[in-house]
C-alpha cells in the first residue's frame, strides 16, 4: 500500500490524509461480485476516468470529460457493450448518466470488470455523491458532494482504490 491510495473500509474512505464518510453497495463489501448483487467488489480498483456535468460544474481536473445528453452505461451483460459508456438509443438495458438527480455531477469510473468486461462479474463501480449520508448504493461508493469534488481534484487516472 502506498501513501497515494484511496483505502475505503466500514464507511470511510481515507485519502492524502483526510477520511471521508461514504456508502457502498447495499450488498456490501464482497469477493464474489456478481452484476446486480447491490455489492461493492473487495479488491484493488484503480481509477479509469473521470465524467462531470457541464452545465451543472466545473472541470473537477484537467482530465475530467464532460457527460453529454445521450451517455449511457450499459449493464445488460449479454450485450456486447456490457460495462462500457454508450450513446443513446440503445435497446439494451442501461443506466442515464445524466441524471436529473445530483449523483453523478462528478463520477469517478473505476476499473471493475473495465475495460474488457467478463459477463455477469458486474458492471460499473463509480464513486460519486450519495443521496443522503448512510445510504447504500447499488455497488457504487458514494460521498457528500463536497467530497466528492475535492477527491476528483486531487486523484489521477490510475490511483488506486483498495476495498477493505
Known amino acids: 500500500m502506498s501513501a497515494l491510495d484511496m483505502v475505503y473500509a466500514s464507511g470511510r474512505l481515507h485519502y492524502l490524509g483526510r477520511a471521508m464518510a461514504v456508502t457502498c453497495g447495499r450488498g456490501?463489501?464482497?469477493?464474489?461480485?456478481?452484476?446486480?448483487?447491490?455489492?461493492?467488489?473487495?479488491?484493488?480498483?484503480?481509477?479509469?476516468?473521470?465524467?462531470?456535468?457541464?452545465?451543472?460544474?466545473?472541470p473537477p481536473a484537467p482530465w475530467a470529460v464532460p457527460i453529454y445528453l445521450g451517455d449511457l452505461w450499459c449493464d445488460d451483460p449479454a450485450h456486447r457493450s456490457y460495462n462500457q459508456l454508450c450513446r443513446a438509443p440503445l435497446q439494451a438495458s442501461h443506466e442515464k448518466m445524466r441524471r436529473a438527480d445530483p449523483h453523478y455531477d462528478i463520477v469517478l469510473i473505476t476499473d471493475w470488470n473495465w475495460p474488457k468486461a467478463r459477463p455477469g462479474a458486474g458492471s460499473a463501480i463509480f464513486m460519486h455523491q450519495w443521496r443522503r449520508p448512510g445510504a447504500p448504493t447499488a455497488g457504487c461508493i458514494a460521498m457528500a458532494r463536497p467530497d466528492i469534488r475535492w477527491l476528483a481534484s486531487r486523484v489521477a487516472p490510475g490511483t488506486r482504490l483498495i476495498v477493505r
Open 28 to 58: 456490501g463489501v464482497r469477493d464474489d461480485k456478481i452484476e446486480g448483487d447491490g455489492a461493492t467488489p473487495r479488491g484493488v480498483l484503480r481509477i479509469a476516468a473521470l465524467m462531470y456535468r457541464p452545465d451543472r460544474v466545473a
